[in-house]
T-cell receptor, first 114, second 114 residues
Framework: QKEVEQNSGPLSVPEGAIASLNCTYS??????FFWYRQYSGKSPELIMF????GDKEDGRFTAQLNKASQYVSLLIRDSQPSDSATYLC??????????????FGTGTRLQVTL | EAQVTQNPRYLITVTGKKLTVTCSQN?????MSWYRQDPGLGLRQIYY???????DKGDVPEGYKVSRKEKRNFPLILESPSPNQTSLYFC?????????????FGPGTRLTVL
């Protein structure tokens, strides 16, 4: 059983729409959650992290965490073609300051169409 | 410029020939990690280090060694590479205990073991 699961996609959304990316995890003790973006042929880059239940907003991005249901999601508002990439969800067992072990999902490929 | 560097970027080698992939960061980060990325399997953590002389296994440590003798360097050693270690390897670093948003990946090393 995969520890962190993501739909591989591709998820296709029109420009200007909201893209919703989901991630579920199996370890109920997980404490820290991360979203990375990876363009084709490039390194992953951190978009957001969250460790409290609820929403966390940063510009056009909103991370949502529900520990009881063991899922974390990423919403991208006003999607742009430049948002087309693979989005990786990662989960860590540690609280802030101790989390170094990271388990990644296989990523969801997002395509924003004109 | 803040960066994580890896060398070499590309390497083709033969089974059993020991090799080292170097990783260096110039941000005085405490945490460093190695990952491999394979199609369909996503990013998997090999080893991580929380500080000098402190390392721990990730999810796929078999066949790899690491050392952290200096804060800036975290080399990955393959003592006897095998074809199943053909992969894209990323080194990453993160800031201190409360610096979740300071995470950087290196450019990647594409390794082929014949």
């Amino acid at each position: 059983q995969k520890e962190v699961e993501q739909n591989s996609g591709p998820l296709s959304v029109p420009e200007g729409a909201i893209a919703s990316l989901n991630c579920t995890y199996s370890d109920r003790g997980s404490q820290s959650f991360f979203w990375y973006r990876q363009y084709s042929g490039k390194s992953p880059e951190l978009i957001m992290f969250i460790y409290s239940n609820g929403d966390k907003e940063d510009g056009r991005f909103t991370a949502q965490l529900n520990k009881a249901s063991q899922y974390v999601s990423l919403l991208i508002r006003d999607s742009q073609p430049s948002d087309s990439a693979t989005y990786l969800c990662a989960v860590s067992p540690g609280y802030t300051g101790t989390a170094s072990k990271l388990t990644f999902g296989t990523g969801t490929r997002l395509q924003v169409t004109l | 410029e803040a960066q994580v560097t890896q060398n070499p970027r590309y390497l083709i080698t033969v089974t059993g020939k020991k090799l080292t992939v170097t990783c260096s960061q110039n941000m005085n980060h405490e945490y460093m990690s190695w990952y491999r990325q394979d199609p369909g399997l996503g990013l998997r953590q090999i080893y991580y280090s929380m500080n000098v002389e402190v390392t721990d296994k990730g999810d796929v440590p078999e066949g790899y060694k690491v050392s952290r003798k200096e804060k800036r360097n975290f080399p990955l050693i393959l003592e006897s590479p095998s074809p199943n270690q053909t992969s894209l390897y990323f080194c990453a670093s993160r800031g201190g205990r409360l610096s979740y948003n300071e995470q950087f990946f290196g450019p990647g090393t594409r390794l082929t073991v014949l």
